[in-house]
């Protein structure tokens, strides 16, 4: 049949490493990626430079507590904001503009599309999230340092595990907003569960059950990654461990995305 | 090859597609006519594994879509034409979806150049007319140099210089014994590309035979006459079992052969001035065949669930 011979095509079949490397095209081809990571690199240092500048030159019983290392991350919380946009826009994206069809013309096979695409994400917000979390870290102990305040370095008791951890926690944050993308695949709809789960669910909670409010992400992240000093040890409701956390969190966004998943192989796209 | 059997969609308790079977062979430009939101775009969607049907199934030579080793360089597709994203450049759009297929990137430049985007190809998508964003998409299809090719209403914003290149190139991908689909409901459009018809109406087949057998099948073609001897001939005409139309300076005369007419005329010493048969339009066949569709089945809503989701 003609067909056959016009079908002549290279031996074998489109395999993940095709696919990922179309993926990363996407990625990059699109000048709004930059200019996200060049604003959140901006916003995150600004944040920590202001917060450690604003402990500078207190009394000794200021310090009474203080968590350097804490300190010089908070503006990591600005990584997750970011971290959890780009994460829904990933998908979102593609629905908005119809992409998605064109993406699905070239790969079929959605599972395998799909786990293309998390293994991407999940390189590229890890790496650039553990980063960020090294520099917020050392650009908040310069400043310290700088004033008279105590300071931490990687050695210090617990701070190498809070500056990694709190890299992989946002990573993790951005996935579970990328799961968010997949079941809703509006933009609008996925970026105001995430900030709804992320800012406003803490707020929330405190007015309904005040021993559960440590299970959210934002608190986890604030109470057990990013502390090294345990703080309300002595309260009612004690923060996680770091690992109980990180494990929750893990939990959380593996049941965003696996549910993002199911539906988008079974969706119409 | 396409082949469709008994594809069936349904949307809630609309049906888009029902039980639809038809054959696109290679060689061929095939039409797929229906009204909008006869199920033509949700049967090529289909076709492409975006949308799961109900039952039923549309192979591509053989296999689903999904099932294809290399599709991009197996299945070229123009479905909507807005599927870019507004930021990325024409180059980048097809540079990232050669990647996906390995296709060598020297095809990126040789399609741009082919449906005539070269000089923009740096400018971003979204700034693009659509005229422009239809040629990308054809681009697009052709990409892979696929051996099938789906075009849903391939014409839809393009210029007449445009229009007439996208029915050459129809003509010429056919001509190289590709399989090519090309859905429209303007139907003038397809008597000039198609060879083949499908014709659906309300997600059903309603034909599928070729553009001079549809024709044809519409009920034989009148004959138009002119004639200083208009009421006679009339009468001798209406007198013979014809139906008589007076039209612009002419009849138009139904139900007998042209012959006839001419032996009438001699016996009864009219003189004829013009004397023609008239092929019925493929317009005329189609809005003939559609109609008894629409009489069947009056209860629904003209371009319901279907066209909102395809055309």
């Given at each position: 049949?003609?067909?056959?011979?016009?079908?002549?095509?290279?031996?074998?079949?489109?395999?993940?490493?095709?696919?990922?490397?179309?993926?990363?095209?996407?990625?990059?081809?699109?000048?709004?990626?930059?200019?996200?990571?060049?604003?959140?690199?901006?916003?995150?240092?600004?944040?920590?430079?202001?917060?450690?500048?604003?402990?500078?030159?207190?009394?000794?019983?200021?310090?009474?507590?203080?968590?350097?290392?804490?300190?010089?991350?908070?503006?990591?919380?600005?990584?997750?904001?970011?971290?959890?946009?780009?994460?829904?826009?990933?998908?979102?994206?593609?629905?908005?503009?119809?992409?998605?069809?064109?993406?699905?013309?070239?790969?079929?096979?959605?599972?395998?599309?799909?786990?293309?695409?998390?293994?991407?994400?999940?390189?590229?917000?890890?790496?650039?999230?553990?980063?960020?979390?090294?520099?917020?870290?050392?650009?908040?102990?310069?400043?310290?340092?700088?004033?008279?305040?105590?300071?931490?370095?990687?050695?210090?008791?617990?701070?190498?595990?809070?500056?990694?951890?709190?890299?992989?926690?946002?990573?993790?944050?951005?996935?579970?907003?990328?799961?968010?993308?997949?079941?809703?695949?509006?933009?609008?709809?996925?970026?105001?569960?995430?900030?709804?789960?992320?800012?406003?669910?803490?707020?929330?909670?405190?007015?309904?059950?005040?021993?559960?409010?440590?299970?959210?992400?934002?608190?986890?992240?604030?109470?057990?990654?990013?502390?090294?000093?345990?703080?309300?040890?002595?309260?009612?409701?004690?923060?996680?461990?770091?690992?109980?956390?990180?494990?929750?969190?893990?939990?959380?966004?593996?049941?965003?995305?696996?549910?993002?998943?199911?539906?988008?192989?079974?969706?119409?796209? | 090859?396409?082949?469709?059997?008994?594809?069936?969609?349904?949307?809630?308790?609309?049906?888009?597609?029902?039980?639809?079977?038809?054959?696109?062979?290679?060689?061929?430009?095939?039409?797929?006519?229906?009204?909008?939101?006869?199920?033509?775009?949700?049967?090529?969607?289909?076709?492409?594994?975006?949308?799961?049907?109900?039952?039923?199934?549309?192979?591509?030579?053989?296999?689903?879509?999904?099932?294809?080793?290399?599709?991009?360089?197996?299945?070229?597709?123009?479905?909507?034409?807005?599927?870019?994203?507004?930021?990325?450049?024409?180059?980048?759009?097809?540079?990232?979806?050669?990647?996906?297929?390995?296709?060598?990137?020297?095809?990126?430049?040789?399609?741009?150049?082919?449906?005539?985007?070269?000089?923009?190809?740096?400018?971003?998508?979204?700034?693009?007319?659509?005229?422009?964003?239809?040629?990308?998409?054809?681009?697009?299809?052709?990409?892979?140099?696929?051996?099938?090719?789906?075009?849903?209403?391939?014409?839809?914003?393009?210029?007449?210089?445009?229009?007439?290149?996208?029915?050459?190139?129809?003509?010429?991908?056919?001509?190289?014994?590709?399989?090519?689909?090309?859905?429209?409901?303007?139907?003038?459009?397809?008597?000039?590309?198609?060879?083949?018809?499908?014709?659906?109406?309300?997600?059903?087949?309603?034909?599928?035979?070729?553009?001079?057998?549809?024709?044809?099948?519409?009920?034989?073609?009148?004959?138009?006459?002119?004639?200083?001897?208009?009421?006679?001939?009339?009468?001798?005409?209406?007198?013979?079992?014809?139906?008589?139309?007076?039209?612009?300076?002419?009849?138009?005369?139904?139900?007998?052969?042209?012959?006839?007419?001419?032996?009438?005329?001699?016996?009864?010493?009219?003189?004829?001035?013009?004397?023609?048969?008239?092929?019925?339009?493929?317009?005329?066949?189609?809005?003939?065949?559609?109609?008894?569709?629409?009489?069947?089945?009056?209860?629904?809503?003209?371009?319901?669930?279907?066209?909102?989701?395809?055309a």
């Amino acid at each position: 049949m003609t067909t056959e011979i016009l079908l002549d095509v290279p031996r074998g079949h489109y395999r993940a490493k095709h696919v990922a490397r179309s993926e990363l095209a996407k990625i990059v081809t699109l000048r709004s990626t930059a200019i996200t990571a060049g604003l959140t690199v901006v916003a995150c240092l600004l944040v920590t430079g202001l917060v450690t500048h604003a402990a500078l030159h207190h009394d000794p019983g200021y310090y009474q507590g203080f968590d350097p290392t804490q300190e010089s991350l908070t503006g990591m919380i600005t990584v997750a904001l970011a971290g959890g946009v780009f994460g829904a826009l990933l998908i979102t994206g593609e629905y908005s503009s119809g992409t998605i069809r064109t993406t699905l013309a070239a790969a079929p096979k959605r599972l395998e599309l799909f786990a293309t695409k998390l293994g991407l994400t999940t390189v590229l917000t890890m790496a650039f999230c553990l980063v960020l979390s090294f520099l917020s870290f050392f650009l908040g102990q310069a400043i310290l340092s700088s004033g008279g305040a105590p300071t931490a370095t990687l050695a210090s008791s617990g701070a190498a595990r809070a500056v990694v951890l709190t890299g992989l926690f946002i990573g993790l944050i951005a996935l579970m907003s990328f799961g968010f993308g997949l079941i809703f695949r509006s933009t609008a709809a996925a970026i105001a569960t995430f900030a709804g789960v992320i800012f406003v669910l803490p707020l929330v909670m405190h007015g309904i059950s005040e021993s559960d409010v440590r299970f959210l992400p934002t608190n986890i992240l604030v109470n057990s990654i990013m502390s090294t000093v345990s703080q309300g040890q002595g309260g009612p409701y004690p923060p996680l461990s770091p690992h109980v956390g990180l494990t929750l969190m893990v939990l959380y966004a593996a049941v965003a995305l696996t549910a993002g998943a199911v539906l988008f192989v079974r969706r119409d796209a | 090859m396409i082949t469709a059997h008994a594809l069936t969609k349904r949307y809630g308790d609309a049906t888009a597609v029902d039980d639809l079977t038809f054959e696109v062979p290679p060689g061929e430009v095939t039409g797929f006519l229906g009204p909008n939101g006869s199920g033509k775009s949700t049967t090529m969607r289909m076709i492409m594994g975006l949308d799961l049907p109900d039952s039923g199934s549309a192979l591509i030579g053989g296999k689903r879509y999904c099932e294809l080793d290399w599709p991009l360089r197996q299945v070229g597709a123009l479905l909507d034409a807005k599927a870019f994203h507004p930021a990325r450049t024409a180059r980048n759009h097809l540079r990232w979806l050669s990647l996906a297929n390995d296709i060598p990137s020297g095809r990126v430049d040789e399609v741009l150049d082919q449906v005539g985007l070269t000089s923009v190809a740096g400018r971003r998508v979204g700034k693009f007319s659509l005229g422009m964003t239809q040629r990308l998409g054809i681009a697009a299809a052709l990409l892979g140099d696929p051996g099938v090719l789906l075009f849903d209403e391939p014409v839809n914003g393009l210029d007449p210089e445009g229009i007439r290149w996208v029915r050459n190139f129809l003509r010429d991908l056919a001509g190289e014994g590709r399989t090519v689909l090309v859905s429209s409901h303007l139907i003038s459009e397809m008597s000039l590309t198609a060879d083949r018809l499908v014709v659906i109406g309300r997600g059903r087949l309603i034909a599928e035979t070729s553009v001079a057998d549809f024709v044809a099948r519409s009920g034989g073609g009148a004959v138009r006459l002119v004639t200083p001897d208009e009421e006679r001939f009339t009468a001798v005409l209406t007198a013979a079992g014809a139906t008589v139309v007076p039209d612009d300076g002419a009849l138009t005369v139904g139900g007998l052969v042209s012959p006839r007419i001419g032996d009438l005329a001699a016996r009864d010493g009219l003189r004829i001035y013009e004397l023609t048969p008239v092929t019925a339009s493929l317009e005329d066949a189609f809005m003939e065949l559609t109609q008894d569709d629409v009489e069947f089945r009056p209860s629904t809503m003209p371009g319901d669930v279907s066209a909102e989701r395809g055309a």
